[in-house]
């Protein structure tokens, strides 16, 4: 039965590293790295170019007047002027594993899949899949799930959390710092577009829910 039990646990884990390795295949099949940049944007304290490659253990930075869109493996990013992003992977691998944004602004498309996070100072966003745009400062964080699944997490309370489904910029949220009357509030759409989905998406070959065509506010 153990030597049973290690042959299955064996097979088990080269499932796992060809469901990786699949992964990684189809990423390289989506051209990788920066996509466009303007004004004042670095990577790793570097000059961001068009090409640059940006990957898990990287951290974007852009300036007053800078603004970036690049693709990590099936995901697709556009971080605004005033930013700086930490992109993170578990124990070294080429995976993305989650984001860490330290302060600014960022619209995100992931794929279907693997369970990604992003950090700010005061929410914890588990991604199962989705479009989502996320402001991030000391006080409070703005979250808009543009489709798909997220589970906001409030870390200055972490019983306050809520599972959030929307079809199309149907629930915004404010996630506050610890100590506010309450952690969890509803908010507007504000700063981010359907036209930018749309790029993004199609970056890594894909067509938002909503279709090809912006709707008008």
Do not use: W
């Not at 499932?15 to 990423?27: F, T, Y």
């Not at 670095?42 to 170019?49: R, T």
């Not at 992931?110 to 588990?126: H, L, M, P, V, Y």
């Amino acid at each position: 039965m153990t030597s049973r039990r290690i042959v299955l646990a064996g097979t088990a884990g080269f499932v796992l590293s060809l469901s990786g390795l699949g992964r990684l295949l189809a990423a390289d099949a989506v051209k990788q790295g920066v996509r466009r940049v303007k004004g004042e944007v670095s990577v790793n304290g570097k000059p961001a170019g068009m090409g640059t490659a940006i990957g898990p253990g990287d951290t974007v930075v852009a300036g007053p007047n800078g603004d970036i869109v690049f693709v990590a493996g099936r995901d697709a990013f556009l971080v605004r002027a005033n930013s700086r992003v930490e992109l993170e992977g578990k124990g070294g691998s080429a995976l993305l594993s989650g984001l860490r944004v330290v302060t600014g602004r960022i619209l995100s498309v992931f794929e279907s899949g693997e369970r990604k996070n992003i950090q700010t100072d005061t929410a914890t966003i588990g991604i199962r899949g989705t479009g989502v745009y996320v402001e991030a400062a000391p006080e409070k964080t703005y979250v808009c799930t543009c489709y798909g699944t997220v589970d906001i997490i409030s870390r200055g309370d972490p019983k306050e959390r809520e599972t959030v489904k929307t079809k199309h910029h149907d629930q915004p949220r404010y996630v506050m710092a610890k100590g506010a009357p309450q952690m969890l509030m509803n908010a507007p759409v504000v700063n981010h577009t359907d036209a930018e989905l749309i790029l993004l998406e199609s970056l890594v070959g894909r067509i938002p829910p909503f279709g090809s065509e912006p709707t008008r506010y």
